[in-house]
């Protein structure tokens, strides 16, 4: 899992006043909570949040917290981070503190590997889920889930149940549910339409 440093600052107030003042500075409000410690309100910097979660791992990398004395060397992750409705920039952020020594729930990406046969006969590969829950220790939340699907054909269907996950790592789930399926491919509207030629034909 990737690794990051990200340089915060303290704040002692809240309110959008502050807010707006942090962000006219070029920083943005956020707070680190977690269970055993107090939260903390601290500032960040959006350009070096968001190169810190550039990575592969995005916002399950692992961001070790440096320069507010409170949070100072504490590893967390981005939990939750607020845009602009229209311009789409950084607003505010959340930050969840991580014990590295007690598992904990992650998101991860579905990734396939391969071309199925029924995607080589004309059939459609279609993505149910795209992140899937992951079980376990933080240093060890993988990139991505992948799923070979070179052997299924039109028809085939992948339940979570049949997913394998890396070592160390668990899939929880109450409900098999699917994951991925291959179609039957779409006919085309001319098809369609000749297709209905042939039966009123066959009707007369």
Known sequence: MAIAELNVTLREKAGKGVGRKLRAQGLIPAVVYGKNI???????????LEKAVSSGSGWNTLLTLKGAKPVDGQVVVLKELNLHAIHRNMVSADFHAIDLSHKGSFMVPVVTVGTSVGQKTGGLLQML?????????????????????????????????????????????????????????????????????????DEE
């Open 129 to 201: 889920r795209h992140e899937i829950e992951v079980v376990c220790l933080p240093n060890a939340v993988p990139q991505s889930i992948e799923i070979d699907v070179t052997k299924l054909e039109v028809g085939d269907v992948v339940h979570i149940a049949e997913v394998i996950a890396p070592a160390g790592v668990e899939i929880p789930h109450d409900v098999n549910f699917t994951v991925l399926t291959i179609s039957a491919p779409q006919l085309s509207v001319d098809e369609v339409e000749g297709e209905e030629v042939e039966t009123e034909g």
């Open 38 to 48: 107090e939260s903390c309100k601290i500032a960040v910097e959006p350009r070096a």
